[in-house]
């Protein structure tokens, strides 16, 4: 973090100092894996909104933040628009939430959304090896139904659920189900990618996938 709010963003982000640079770093990974506000964001830091932006682009050239955008599509349901916002790192993601153990970890509220946040990087740096390369989405309606994922690639799309989770049932799965009901041609099919030891169709459109099957760096 030193290192980070010190040297290597001063060279990006100008004004902002170590210790506002290190504050915004906190409150961006209190709000990993939910829509970004700028608004509600420049407000809570005490900053413009043009001002947080470019703080935002700077961080996410450097790697460290991530927006994933929400697919958007004319099927006559209302959907959310704003992005999702990860730490692209989870190590400096439990650090800057003060969780420094697995138990720790594994009691915090913020367990889901760490794991969600860790397949997706995983999955975005193996697409980014990929010619040409998936668009990454997530999908979320006004109604709250909504899908982790959303991979476009060839006019076709791949609708992934994250689960943490060695066990899902179909229950569980009601958006996963709603996207492939809506998008029936262009998503022929959807995966859910868990802490599971096998490949089985748990819906005839629907697929269970071990994390460690689908990600090169396993759990």
């Known amino acids: 973090m030193r290192t980070l ?25 209190a709000r990993h894996g939910q829509p970004v506000n700028v608004s509600q964001l420049a407000r809570d830091f005490g900053a413009n909104v043009r001002t947080i932006a470019g703080y935002l682009d700077a961080l996410e050239g450097s790697f460290l933040w991530r927006r994933l955008p929400a697919y ?102 009601r958006g996963l189900k709603q996207f492939l009901a809506d998008f029936a041609k262009l998503a022929p099919w959807g995966v859910v990618l868990y802490r599971g030891s096998e490949v089985r169709r748990i819906e005839p459109r629907i697929w269970l996938v071990p994390v460690h099957a689908a990600c090169l760096g396993g759990e």
């Open 5 to 29: 709010s010190e040297r290597d963003l001063s060279a990006i982000s100008g004004a902002l100092t170590p210790v506002a640079l290190a504050r915004l770093l906190r409150m961006l990974a």
């Open 72 to 173: 958007r599509a004319n099927v006559g349901k209302r959907l959310t628009s704003a992005p999702r916002g990860y730490i692209v790192d989870s190590g400096l993601l439990h650090y800057l939430l003060d969780i420094v153990s697995l138990d720790g970890l594994s009691t915090n509220p913020v367990l889901g959304a760490s794991w969600e946040g860790w397949v997706t990087e995983q999955l975005w740096r193996q697409a980014a090896l990929m010619e040409p390369r998936p668009r990454f989405y997530y999908w979320r309606t006004q109604a709250g139904a909504e899908v982790d994922l959303v991979l476009e690639l060839g006019g076709r799309l791949v609708p992934i659920e994250i689960k943490h989770a060695a066990e899902v049932r179909s229950m569980e799965l």
